[in-house]
């Protein structure tokens, strides 16, 4: 389908790839159109709309009439506002001049990665991972490495894996806690001994917290002033329920406060200002309320999908702790998880996605079930993936 | 101030410059909260909020509960709009495909810039120019090229100087119609006698369009559709009216569509869903009526303030006809612009921005004032401006 293109085409485009997902939602789409029913569990934002109270702080603001630029490094409110959040919720102080809200988690993660890698650069990345961290780097001339990880370390990058693995050219090492696609946690020891043997070879670690607040029988503790060599992503997406706004942040160690400015008024101008102002009020009680009752609607669904899965004849090593997602091990079932995804999708109405969208390790044998979808809905999923097993 | 940092600092921060004017915008408010008057003359954003249709169409929007991802290269509906505004502005047919919507211009010069160049690979520019286009191909590290131009070529680059500069390093050139910080208008033949230029040489045309809409007396033709190596990068922010919404898009030529896609999933997932919605109101005629009373107020605005700065000793050559920019020639006050900004805000009270954030050339002859103000304002800087020459 693709033409040739008439002018330059960068090389790093052959690095980055494609959501794989997507010709399975474009078909899961068809067949909808077609009458079809399709039980979503592919999808990596939560089901629920944002909450009421922010919906309507967004709708306050634009009868207010801010709809012009706001400072490049985001809202001074909302900065202090997040610098509060640590406070109250971690017991961590991070002044609000290190804190720089971006477009999405995505501006927090092209940010941090400009602020760091150089072309030719490395940054060590767990497979299976999210995989526009890998093309973030990519995008910016890196050297994404994966090291395979397994349920043995909780799907992580450990200390000494890190120790073993870095090299002249590594630049930093990424870590996601609670990890798509996994939901598994990193220890709060691993990460501190992460981000100290980063810092003992003159490197950084960038700690992808975007899933915190949605934990399950554990509470994360955030990497941010865990050392002047770390560097945090969240997102207000997640627990805070704002996936469309697109607004997200990055906390930088201290020294970067002024070149992670620079890079945000050249490559953003700003966060959008209406999201901004809507997000003042996820930090209110009313809508604390309605996150937590969502966690724990997402935490009944985990329980209900993580029985029936093992049930079904899927594995879901790995102690998934947090996020949304389930990884599971499909290999007693299939050898090829994309051409089942596809099945699944046309012989039982059910959308997943394949492991091949979050690395190369053992990625034929892995799908990933999202748990973004009711529970009336995932027993249905999970009774139509009973049929079709059983039919065979 | 700047710490020292303790991780890695990439090469690329060492090519990329602040918003010099942030240090003068940052004294004028301490200055506005000591009591003191600032005529704003500096700001590269409209005055004026939001027009009224579109806000209600974000509040509608945020009522339907339209708060989740929208697809990575836009709503269906926006693209499609978008095209219908090719067709009936400009009389040129531009399909919804080529056209991906993005987090402001910057996320459509973002995803423009990391399509074409690769590291070492070269673009030219104007010099005078907007900065973040030489800050874009410093980032993704290419080599920004600064060609010098003056009021003799419209302060554009001509297919002769493209012909003379380009190296078989030179990926792309760039031309900004209106052009920021000039206002002045490359001309139709000129833009295809580049894209030409820049095609029998293997490379793009990359044309930022962000202030069309805002022309007085001449009407811009757009270059999306002139060449199958023509990029176009636009905006909502500006005849629109929606810079804090952050929305633009990049128009590719063919065979770029699912790079461009690719590309936009990995680095946005998408723009904001809230502003995409509004955006569509953009082009009823109920706004259409508001963006032109607008434009008719910068008009009138551009003739006054031509004329005020003129008789106060500035030379405006070069012909501004689009955008909200004066890019005056200060060298017969002053031979440091950036000193003389300065003591226009310490002394007169009035901002504007020395010719040192856009490039090199003449920059310490050079002063930008924006008509971004109401022309009662205007008139105040004048006046001010005035009494402070004279007293000199």
Same sequence: chains 1, 2.
């Avoid at 942040?249 to 970067?256: A, D, E, F, S, T």
């Avoid at 997402?298 to 947090?322: D, H, T």
Wanted: charged residues 20%.
């Amino acid at each position: 389908m693709q033409q040739t293109q008439s002018a330059p085409l960068a090389t790093r485009l052959a690095h980055i790839e494609p959501f794989h997902v997507m010709a399975l939602l474009t078909r899961a789409r068809a067949l909808e159109a077609a009458g079809r029913s399709v039980v979503h569990m592919e999808i990596g934002e939560p089901d629920f709309p944002t909450a009421e109270p922010v919906v309507a702080a967004g709708i306050e603001a634009l009868r207010s009439g801010h709809t012009q630029y706001t400072p490049a490094a985001g809202l001074p409110e909302l900065r202090e506002a997040i610098a509060g959040h640590y406070r109250t919720r971690y017991g961590v102080a991070v002044p609000a001049d290190r804190i720089i809200v971006t477009p999405g988690a995505s501006g927090a993660l092209l940010l941090g990665i400009a602020l760091l890698v150089d072309p030719g650069a490395e940054a060590l990345l767990p497979d299976p991972g999210y995989p526009c961290n890998r093309h973030f780097v990519a995008a910016l001339n890196g050297v994404p490495r994966l090291l395979p990880v397994g349920p043995d370390s909780g799907y992580q990058i450990t200390p000494q894996r890190l120790a073993a693995e870095w090299t002249p050219e590594t630049a930093l090492a990424m870590v996601g806690s609670p990890s798509n696609p996994t939901g598994t946690l990193a220890r709060e020891g691993d990460v501190r001994a992460l981000a100290a043997g980063a810092g003992a070879r003159g490197g950084a670690l960038l700690v992808d917290e975007i899933y915190h607040g949605l934990e399950y029988g554990t509470r994360a503790m955030t990497a941010a002033g865990m050392g002047d060599n770390v560097f945090v992503v969240n997102s207000f997406s997640k627990y805070f329920g704002m996936t469309g706004w697109r607004l997200g942040w990055l906390v930088v160690p201290p020294g970067y406060e002024s070149d992670a400015e620079k890079l945000a008024q050249n490559l953003f101008i700003a966060a959008a200002t209406i999201s901004q102002h809507a997000a003042l009020a996820c930090f209110t009680d009313a809508a604390e309320a309605i996150f937590e009752e969502r966690r724990r609607a997402f935490e009944a669904r985990l329980e209900f999908l993580a029985n029936a899965l093992v049930e079904l004849g899927f594995e879901i090593p790995g102690r998934p702790q947090g996020a949304f997602y389930l990884y599971s091990d499909c290999s007693r079932l299939t050898g090829d998880s994309f051409a089942f995804a596809e099945r699944l999708l046309e012989e039982a109405g059910v959308a997943a996605t394949p492991g091949l969208d979050f690395g190369d390790h053992r990625a034929a044998e892995h799908i990933r079930f999202a748990y973004t979808n009711s529970l009336e809905n995932l027993r249905e999923g999970v009774e139509r993936m009973r049929s079709f097993l059983a039919s065979r």
